[in-house]
């Protein structure tokens, strides 16, 4: 897409961190921005500040999401960016996690990408001058990390939607990219705060304290650069969005070892 003037980003977990910053970013090109989140406070005070339409939205919701595209359609008539962005960032080891812990990531980290494609898609495949997804994922989507089991298997697996997403596409007007952040300086692992009552787990995992405290204390980049290669790589129809090269050696040692097994 290298024209985003005038046209329609919607943006969920808008209100703080990389969601944010990608609303500034798209702002800035000219675009008409809606930016999702499921907390009320922060989103009305981030859409107030940046003069963006915010709406309450619960990405672990199908029918909240479908909400969202109502909303979009009724006050834009379609969108043509959809990021896809909304996350949490459970820790555990796996041998302690509760189903409850599985089930809040999976829900928010995956089906809130398969939400936001059910609601969104239809609305860009329709548009004549075409849309673009960007589904945010990680390094840890990449290559597995302990201490974060369901944070690692529900990157996995937004990056293998995001693969089929795009050759299923291939051809049409429709782009698609896959952002894998490596740290970057967003409130992620503070996510309890947002955690439904019902999955809440009382025993706090004891491999948590410690991968929380791993990430942390990395030095993260800012959000604002990761914006920008978002912008960039929808501009330029571009697939992976790979914020810290330093990290690739990681995907090049578990792709080594996958070949060197095969040729065992």
């Given at each position: 897409m290298e024209e985003l003037a005038g046209r329609v980003a919607v943006v969920t977990g808008g209100a703080s961190g990389i969601g944010r910053a990608m609303a500034v970013r798209f702002r800035d090109a000219g675009m008409h921005v809606v930016i999702a989140d499921v907390e009320e406070a922060p989103l009305a005070a981030t859409a107030a500040e940046l003069g963006v339409v915010g709406v309450r939205t619960d990405v672990a919701d199908s029918a909240s999401v479908q909400a969202l595209a109502d909303q979009v359609v009724e006050r834009f008539g379609t969108a043509h960016v959809l990021c896809n962005n909304a996350g949490v960032g459970g820790g555990g080891v796996i041998s302690s996690l509760t189903l409850n812990d599985w089930k809040w990531v999976l829900d928010v980290n995956l089906w809130g990408v398969v939400h936001g494609l059910q609601s969104f898609l239809p609305l860009l495949l329709a548009n004549d001058d075409g849309g673009h997804v960007v589904n945010t994922a990680s390094m840890a989507g990449l290559t597995a990390w302990p201490?974060?089991?369901?944070?690692?298997?529900?990157?996995?697996?937004?990056?293998?939607?995001?693969?089929?997403?795009?050759?299923?596409?291939?051809?049409?007007?429709v782009g698609v990219s896959v952002l894998c952040p490596g740290v970057v300086n967003t409130n992620i692992f503070q996510s309890q705060r947002n955690r439904p009552e019902a999955l809440r787990n009382p025993q706090r995992n004891p491999g948590a304290r410690a991968a929380n405290a791993q990430v942390t204390s990395m030095s993260g980049i800012d959000p604002s650069v990761v914006?920008?290669?978002?912008?960039?790589?929808?501009?330029?129809?571009?697939?992976w969005i790979l914020t810290h090269p330093e990290l690739v050696e990681h995907v090049e040692h578990r792709t080594r070892s996958i070949v060197d097994a095969a040729h065992r």
């Open positions: 201490g974060i089991g369901p944070y690692n298997a529900s990157k996995y697996a937004v990056v293998a939607i995001s693969e089929t997403l795009a050759l299923e596409l291939a051809g049409s007007r914006a920008d290669q978002v912008h960039d790589a929808v501009v330029d129809g571009r697939f």
